[in-house]
Every structure is written in structure tokens, then in C-alpha cells.
């Protein structure tokens, strides 16, 4: 690994690291793109997802005063084949924990390849254009560009809480997160609906182990829209309660292959808009992908959405 200065150091990083961690990330958000976007429950949600642990797979980076000037851990909650990294340092002052932390978490990546059984094994990055000496170590270390995602966002005002009518014949409902059935054809949407995207697979145990772990649950932020008494699309919410940047944010929308180019999608973005107005949130999010064949970021520019800003992904093959 490459030296750190004198008196800093790595260490493995704690649930009690998580509020210094944010931080960390909120810092070096506000430098890319302006303003902090990430949440207390993605950062935990990163720490313990399945198949991350803190102990082996997660490092925090420490300046001589001991603060934390950085973090690295990699995510592959289905254990397939392809491990996404994450190196984050506090702007400038945490720059020079960058490059052994992305030597660490590629070390550790390799370790991995062989422990979950794959060969090959694909490894990827995100970054923000401005973010140039973290696109050149990626570069340097044998990334090249795969694609690029988008961040989306809409102003609520004037977003009334009465949603339109859905299409006839659709029937948009919440979730009904006590009926197991009811839950596990909703992770079967997602799950189908993806097939032919980037999606990493979940299974329900999994995805519902996340969602239980969560310490805040939206379920009536979560849609689901019938035809003939079928579940044909879904939407998916998450809220942190100690966000204060007051937008509700669109986790997953699928819909059904049969069932598209019938206005399922924007009938379910609709009725989360106007919940989320509803409540007193200001705007509502999403990421997507503007590689993603179903074409998604038409949809989401139809119904008033705008780009913030946009994150090239990075690939290396192991």
C-alpha cells in the first residue's frame, strides 16, 4: 500500500463512525456536485449490507488529528460477479488517503473474486466528471468508461396532493407491507422488470433483510398499480429521517415488459408525487440510468424531471 503521511492511519470502521462518515460524504458531495446528497441511512445501509463487512472489507482513513478524512468499502449484496467500490476523502485535505484506499479495496476485491467463486470478476467506480484526480487514479489503475448515470430531481410546489386518474383500467394502491404475498410480488416486479438491465438481482430474503434492518420505513410512499387485479408495476420510496433536504426520493420504479408504453410508470411517479407533496416535501429524486433499455429518462423528463447532474461509470475487469 501506498504510504500514508506521517501520523496518519487506517483502521476499520464502526456503526459509532457512521455520523463522522456522513460528514466525510456530505463534503466531498457539496465539492462535486454542490450540495450534500446522501443520507444516515445509506451509510449504514452501505456498512451492513449482505455481503460487506465492516471487519474485512471497509476501511476509514485518520489524519494526525485522528479525524476521519476517509472511507473505502466495496457492494455486492447478491454475491455475483461484480463488486461496486466506493472511495470517498474529504476534499483536498484527505486527497493523499486516496490512492491507498483504492489499493486496499482493489486488494481486498481480489480476495473476493476467489471467496464468492468468480472468474472473471468486474469491478466498478462512479465519478462525477469535475472529479478529475479520482477519474485519473482510476484510469491509472486500469478502469475505462462503461456508461452514465443521471440524477433527477422535480420541484413539488404547485404539485397538488389529489393525484390524476390513472389510466382506465389501472388501479394504483399502496403496498400492504403484512401480507407476505403482497410483498413478495412486489420484489418479483422489480426483479422481472430489471432482467434486462443493470440490475443486480436480490432475492426476497435479502431484500427484505434490508428492509428490515432500516430504521425508517415509508411503506405508504410505496404503489402498486393492478391490471385486472394483477400487480404490473411498482414503486418503491425511501425516506431518512435525518435528512433535512425534504425530498422524497423514488428508490425503484418497474413496470411489467407487457404492461409498458401503457402509463402504469407515470401514474405511479404521479400518485408518489403527490404524496410526497402531500406531506410537505419540497421535491421529490431519482437516479437512473441513462444506459437502461427501457429508455426510463424519457419517462422521467415527460413528467417535469431535470437532470442535476451526471456520474460516468467505470469498469476494470478482474
Not at 443521471?150 to 394504483?172: C, F, K, N, Y
Amino acid at each position: 500500500m501506498t504510504e500514508l503521511p506521517d501520523g496518519w492511519s487506517v483502521r476499520r470502521p464502526t456503526l459509532d463512525d457512521a455520523p463522522a462518515i456522513l460528514r466525510l460524504v456530505h463534503a466531498s458531495d457539496i465539492a462535486a456536485v454542490g450540495y450534500p446528497d446522501c443520507t444516515a441511512e445509506e451509510v449504514r445501509e452501505a456498512l451492513t449490507e449482505p455481503n460487506t463487512d465492516m471487519a474485512r472489507d471497509c476501511w476509514v482513513a485518520l489524519d494526525g488529528d485522528g479525524r476521519i478524512v476517509g472511507w473505502a468499502y466495496p457492494g455486492n449484496a447478491t454475491g455475483e460477479n461484480r463488486d461496486f467500490i466506493e472511495v470517498y476523502v474529504w476534499p483536498d485535505e484527505g486527497r493523499p488517503a486516496m490512492r491507498p484506499l483504492l489499493e486496499l479495496i482493489l486488494a481486498r476485491v481480489a480476495e473476493r473474486k476467489t471467496e464468492f467463486g468468480h472468474d472473471p470478476y468486474e469491478v466498478r467506480a462512479g465519478a462525477v466528471p469535475t472529479e478529475k484526480p479520482w477519474i485519473e487514479l482510476l484510469t491509472e489503475h486500469g478502469f475505462g468508461f462503461l456508461k452514465q448515470h443521471a440524477r433527477m430531481q422535480i420541484a413539488l410546489d404547485g404539485v397538488s396532493a389529489t393525484p390524476p386518474e390513472p389510466p382506465a383500467g389501472v388501479t394504483i394502491r399502496t403496498v400492504r407491507p403484512g401480507d407476505e404475498a403482497d410483498m413478495r410480488a412486489f420484489h418479483g416486479v422489480i426483479e422481472q422488470a430489471f432482467r434486462d438491465s443493470d440490475h443486480r438481482s436480490a432475492s426476497y430474503e435479502g431484500w427484505r433483510k434490508l428492509i428490515d434492518d432500516e430504521t425508517t420505513h415509508v411503506f405508504d410512499e410505496w404503489f402498486v398499480a393492478e391490471v385486472n387485479g394483477g400487480i404490473a408495476g411498482v414503486l418503491e420510496s425511501s425516506w431518512d429521517s435525518d435528512d433535512d433536504n425534504d425530498e422524497g426520493w423514488v428508490k425503484r420504479l418497474a413496470v411489467l415488459g407487457a404492461y409498458r408504453k401503457r402509463g402504469l410508470g407515470e401514474a405511479l411517479l404521479r400518485r408518489a408525487f403527490a404524496t410526497y407533496a402531500a406531506k410537505g416535501r419540497a421535491k421529490a429524486g431519482l437516479g437512473v440510468d441513462m444506459a437502461n433499455p427501457t429508455r426510463a429518462a424519457r419517462l422521467y423528463l415527460a413528467v417535469g424531471m431535470k437532470p442535476l447532474y451526471e456520474a460516468n461509470i467505470y469498469q476494470k475487469i478482474i
